[in-house]
């Protein structure tokens, strides 16, 4: 018999050790052991009623796990936004000769690109966030440069891997060259980068009490494309 016990809680769950500084075991015929030297998975016991654990805290040093805590919130730093858009690459170009002309010389060409498109959630102080722990949330898209103020509907996310969705942008573009010259053109994929400061609160599924992580949401994504002319 357990003539005395120290107990350690852990959230919901307790472990108790004996006056002789060893653990209670569950064992599978529904009796206990008191003759562990470590607290493992057998050595853990749920607390119930729920009553019991109301006024229990969140053990927010331990990396936060979907199996125990859901989303409940996010909240964005839009002040403290920054976009880049300044990033571009050429995706196609045309030359027309007509040096020897009289007239003007027209050629059409299109462009067709598959570009892959990231968004992800990185943590940067408060509760750690196991990688691949999923959750759903909206987020603040790009439009012109600038930030919407409104949130997105809820995507599915996964903590710490990037989320990738794969567009297609097309265009057609009429490259025109006067008489008597050479002409370049040149079809330019204008992308932007964007980073906003984010909080979230993570609820546990069993205890009232919740844990902070905060972080920056970033998100890389195609923006438009624009002719370049070059003429000699």
């Given at each position: 018999a357990v003539v005395s016990t120290q107990s350690t809680g852990h959230e919901?769950?307790?472990?108790?050790?004996?006056?002789?500084?060893e653990y209670v075991s569950a064992q599978p015929d529904g009796t206990v052991d008191v003759d562990r030297i470590r607290a493992l998975i057998?050595?853990?016991?749920?607390?119930?009623?729920?009553?019991?654990?109301?006024?229990?805290?969140?053990d927010c040093s331990r990396a936060i796990r979907g199996e125990n805590y859901e989303l409940e919130n996010v909240v964005y730093?839009?002040?403290?936004?920054?976009?880049h858009s300044d990033l571009r690459e050429v995706v196609g170009f045309q030359y027309v000769h007509n040096k020897n002309g009289t007239s003007e010389q027209t050629a059409i060409f299109e462009i067709y690109q598959t570009?892959?498109?990231?968004?992800?959630?990185?943590?940067?102080?408060?509760?750690?966030?196991?990688?691949?722990?999923?959750?759903l949330t909206g987020f603040h898209?790009?439009?012109?440069?600038?930030?919407?103020e409104?949130?997105?509907?809820?995507?599915e996310f996964a903590h710490?891997?990037?989320?990738?969705k794969h567009t297609i942008l097309e265009a057609s573009y009429h490259c025109n060259a006067p008489p008597g010259s050479t002409v370049k053109c040149v079809a330019l994929l204008f992308r932007y980068r964007s980073e906003v400061p984010y909080t979230q609160s993570w609820r546990h599924k069993r205890l009232a009490?919740?844990?902070?992580s905060s972080g920056v949401f970033s998100e890389t994504s195609a923006h438009e494309m624009q002719l370049l002319v070059e003429q000699d």
């Open positions: 919901n769950k307790i472990s108790l050790k004996s006056a002789h500084g057998w050595e853990w016991f749920i607390v119930q009623p729920q009553e019991c654990i109301n006024n229990i805290e969140c730093d839009l002040e403290a936004a920054k976009v570009r892959t498109e990231t968004a992800i959630f990185t943590k940067t102080a408060g509760a750690e966030i196991e990688t691949g722990t999923a959750f898209g790009v439009e012109e440069g600038r930030i919407y409104e949130i997105s509907g809820k995507y710490g891997i990037a989320r990738k009490c919740t844990c902070e």
